[in-house]
C-alpha cells in the first residue's frame, strides 16, 4: 500500500518538474525580441476584363392573367353525423381503505 502511494507522488514530482521547462521556455520566447520582417513589394493585380452582354434586348410579353372564379352565395349544407347510443357504464365501487392508527409520541423524561 505504502509502495503505490510513493509512486503516485513520485510520478507528481517528476511531472511537476518537467512541466517547469516548458514554462522557463516560454517566458525566454516571450522576453525576445520580435524578428524585423522586411517590407515585400505588393504586386498589382491586372484589370478585370468586361462581361460581354449575352441577353438579347427586346420586348418582354405581358404576364398572363388569371381569370376571376365565381364566388358561391349560399354555402352547401353540412352533412349530418348519426348519433351513436352507448349502453350505461356499470358504477364502480372503491374497496374501503383500512385506516392507519397514528402512534402517539413517547413521553419524554424531562420537563421543559
Known amino acids: ?8 507522488v513520485a510520478l507528481f514530482i ?3 518538474l518537467s512541466s517547469m521547462d516548458y514554462g522557463l521556455a516560454g517566458r ?7 524578428p524585423v520582417i522586411p517590407n515585400l513589394p505588393k504586386p498589382t493585380l491586372p484589370p478585370l476584363p468586361s462581361l460581354p ?14 381569370p376571376k372564379l365565381p364566388q358561391p352565395t349560399t ?5 349530418s353525423v348519426p348519433q ?3 349502453p350505461p ?9 383500512p385506516s ?7 413521553p419524554s423524561s424531562t420537563s421543559p
Not at 53 to 66: A, K
Open 1 to 8: 500500500m505504502a509502495y503505490h502511494n510513493s509512486f503516485v
Open 14 to 16: 517528476v511531472i511537476s
Open 28 to 34: 525566454g520566447l516571450l522576453q525576445t525580441t520580435q
Open 53 to 66: 452582354n449575352l441577353l438579347p434586348q427586346g420586348n418582354v410579353p405581358p404576364l398572363p392573367t388569371i
Open 75 to 79: 354555402l352547401p349544407p353540412l352533412p
Open 84 to 86: 351513436i347510443n352507448l
Open 89 to 97: 357504464l356499470p358504477a364502480g365501487s372503491l374497496p374501503n381503505i
Open 100 to 106: 392507519i392508527p397514528f402512534l402517539s409520541p413517547p
